[in-house]
């Protein structure tokens, strides 16, 4: 079998297996990792996938990117990943209110980045056994990836975690589904500032290369290929479930959209399974709704942050982006730097018709207000029994309002609904907290609090790794 190959969305690197790029995260030159060639799988090896349980069909996509990895010992990391999840179908589809709803909420955060980042912590934990390294965590979050990253990695013997969220700015429940987590090796760190200093200070710690460098920290944000590609996988398995329950052979996906992640791993998935299978990718945003905007109307100016009922989805540049862009522009490395650096200069980003035509063959789009998330949620409780978080509420909105006769909708729900309580709970009354998170109150947790300051979160690192 062919190598896979990884090269940067701008060309500036020479091409690299699966670890490599799994441990480089963002790629050296700027860009974003990609496989040089998205494989096409062919009918009979689709016939043999339709059956297979969630694992059996992640390993089965995953080795044509990871096949650098001998394939017992990633069938081992698959295993372990999603033996945390509590549904046996991992990510489950059910039918209500005429569209299917694919939960991908039943790992150990009850949100969907559990299912990239529970399989990301372990392929971590087994590369860096392989070169006898380790690795320190940093990130920075406003709640709800921090926790899902923490677990992804939790007594895990090699890899450090630092998460900087911002002091009681985060919903009691975030907060303690982080800072519950008693494993020495997580730091939570509560900085006295906003979630944008956090950030920021994130930011230039990464840039400090030589510190980067002595303490071997690392990243887990969505730009890590291994997050995409883990979700590639549910696409693929609702495809299966949905075809064979409509008896149809096209599907469409209806996607809650923030830094273009998720969808993009759809994106992959249609390349994937050939042509007419997946059909419409629905690419719904909340207020924050400049790739709506763009995909619409060709208009992408970047406006301040809106706060939303769906804080996972309050971006504006959608940093996966350019990972579509590079498709969209012929795989030309050299016309996604010139993209790139044009619109860094300008904030905005230009394109002839032609291409916007091409963009909307490839997605629709719809952004969704706060009164329509309301009233959905109200509706769809009353109508079905069935109660969407405000995230999923998003992408249910924009599924119904882009079905195509005949053709069944999946409409992807990202979060539990008793993760964003306060919006439930407005829709549709005080709701029980679920068992998960009910358990976390009271429990004993550890967090530090320090100030908003470059120079004191390095102290407090090196502190502990010296120690
Ligand atoms: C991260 C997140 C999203 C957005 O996913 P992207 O990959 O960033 O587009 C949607 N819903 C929830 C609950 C999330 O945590």
Redesign the pocket.
């Known amino acids: 079998m062919k190598k896979m190959n990884y090269i940067s969305t701008r060309g500036g690197i020479n091409p690299v297996g699966f670890k490599e790029a799994v441990l480089m995260g963002l790629a050296r030159d700027g860009g974003l990792l990609l496989p040089s060639e998205i494989p096409v799988v062919d009918d009979r090896k689709l016939a043999q996938w339709q059956d297979l349980s969630y694992q059996e069909l992640a390993l089965e996509v995953m080795s044509f990117f990871a096949d650098d990895i001998p394939r017992g010992d990633l069938e081992s990391i698959i295993n372990k990943s999603y033996a945390t999840f509590e549904h046996p179908e991992i990510t489950p589809v059910v039918k209500r209110g005429g569209v299917y709803v694919l939960e991908l ?1 039943h790992g150990p955060t009850l ?3 559990d299912v990239a980042l529970q399989f990301l912590g372990n392929v971590f934990e087994y590369l860096l056994a392989e070169t006898n390294s380790y690795m320190n965590i940093l990130g920075a979050t406003s709640g ?2 921090g926790s ?1 990253a923490i677990y992804g990695v939790r007594g895990k013997e090699r890899i450090n975690i630092f998460i900087l969220h911002p002091y009681k700015r985060v919903s009691p429940i975030q907060e303690l589904q982080m800072t519950s987590v008693l494993d020495a090796n997580v730091f939570n760190i509560a900085i006295k500032g906003t979630f944008d200093d956090g950030q920021a200070i994130v930011k230039s710690i990464f840039n400090d290369i030589e510190f980067k460098d002595q303490y071997c920290l690392g990243a887990v944000n ?1 730009i890590n290929w291994a997050r995409i590609l883990a ?1 590639v996988v549910y696409y693929i398995y609702a495809y299966f479930k949905v075809a064979r329950a409509e008896s149809c052979s096209k599907v469409d996906f209806s ?11 759809g994106y992959v998935a249609r390349l994937m399974l050939g042509s007419g299978k997946i059909g419409r990718l629905v690419l719904a945003t909340n207020d924050n709704d400049i790739l709506a905007r763009f995909i619409n109307n060709g208009d992408y100016s970047t406006k301040t942050v809106v706060h939303t009922s ?1 804080p ?2 309050d ?1 504006q540049l ?1 940093s ?1 982006f350019e990972r579509y862009l590079y498709f969209l522009l012929d795989c030309d490395p050299l016309k996604v730097t010139e993209t790139m650096l044009r619109m860094g200069q300008t904030g905005s980003l230009s394109m002839p018709e032609s291409l916007i035509k091409r963009i909307q063959n490839d997605f629709c789009a719809q952004s969704v207000s706060e009164n329509e998330v309301t009233a959905i949620i109200k509706e769809f409780y009353e109508k079905t029994q069935y109660l969407l ?1 405000p ?2 509420s ?1 992408g249910v909105r924009a599924g119904l309002d882009n079905m195509f006769p005949g053709r069944p909708m999946v409409c ?1 729900s ?2 539990h609904p008793g ?2 309580g306060e919006a439930v709970n407005r829709a549709v009354g005080e709701q029980d907290l679920p068992p998960a998170l009910h358990a976390l109150i009271g429990k004993q947790t550890r967090c530090v609090v320090l100030p908003a300051d470059k120079s004191t979160i390095k102290q407090f690192i090196k502190k502990q790794v010296d120690a």
């Open positions: 909420f949100a969907f980045k709800d990836t899902a969505s979700q996607v809650p959209t923030g830094n273009f992640g998720d969808i993009f791993a769906s996972s989805m971006i959608a996966n978080d995230h999923t998003v992807l990202t979060a993760k964003f």
